[in-house]
């Protein structure tokens, strides 16, 4: 089930090591509550060769919301400068198995480079499985990347609250079933608990194993359908931030569904909107 262009296990990354064109990214991130700090994770080790894709910074600083879409020319001069562009496969990994290297996966193809794919299990299954690791930082050669923004999969705060309120997407929230009902808390202070009415609730951790490899396509579909999304639609997803909805177009690019697209604000933008609606309960 190895694809270049979404998923590929820790034995293909290995067969495929020497590669000439082969890139491989760290794009390891936490959250704040976690206390830990990816870059200098990174810095002390890992898989030989890879850079580190930094979320926060290759991001768009215009923003008041976090790790929003960097403008292309930004994603085309830090992604050079990493000696990542043209021709080369890429392969991206984060130090918790399957977390916020989707992020990084989403933002490639968004910018229109489709030779990525995620590393299934990430850096803690290659550690596991005892391959190499290292903590030297890679030798970088600049390489020129196109970039074709392919603007029809991000949405913004006024396109899904059209979505929402017309019913022609499936809205689907990657967050915990206890923020999604407005049971929890919210991480970051001043936002509102609950979904956006209509939108329907697919955890991220449904779509994982429990060593946080990501499920067969048929488990896949079998999570969709117990959700209750109709595949017919066209879909959107959100989360918290804009990290872990990547899972779910990741997960649903690997069941062959590609009209997709993520609401970059997410729950920060929604939640923050006294004007917009909330929805709470069961979806």
Known sequence: MDDPKTLVSTDWLAAHFKDPDLRILD?????AAEGRNGQAEYDAAHIPGARFFDIDDISDARSDLPHMAPPV???MSKLRAMGVGDGHQVVVYDAKGLFSAARVWWLFRLMG???????DGGFPKWQAE??????MPPVIRDRHMTVRRQNQMVKDVTQVAAAAKLGDYEILDARSAARFRGEAAEPRAGLRAGHIPGSKNVPYTDLLNADMTMK???????????AGVDMTKPVITSCGSGVTAAIINLALERIGKTDHALYDGSWTEWGAFPTLPVATGEA
Do not use: H
């Open 27 to 31: 794009g390891t991130m936490f959250m």
């Open 73 to 75: 020319e930004k994603f």
């Open 113 to 119: 480079q489709e030779n990525i794919a995620v590393l």
């Open 130 to 135: 005892g391959r190499p690791i290292e903590d």
């Open 216 to 226: 067969d396509p048929d488990a896949l579909r079998a999570v969709f359908a117990a």
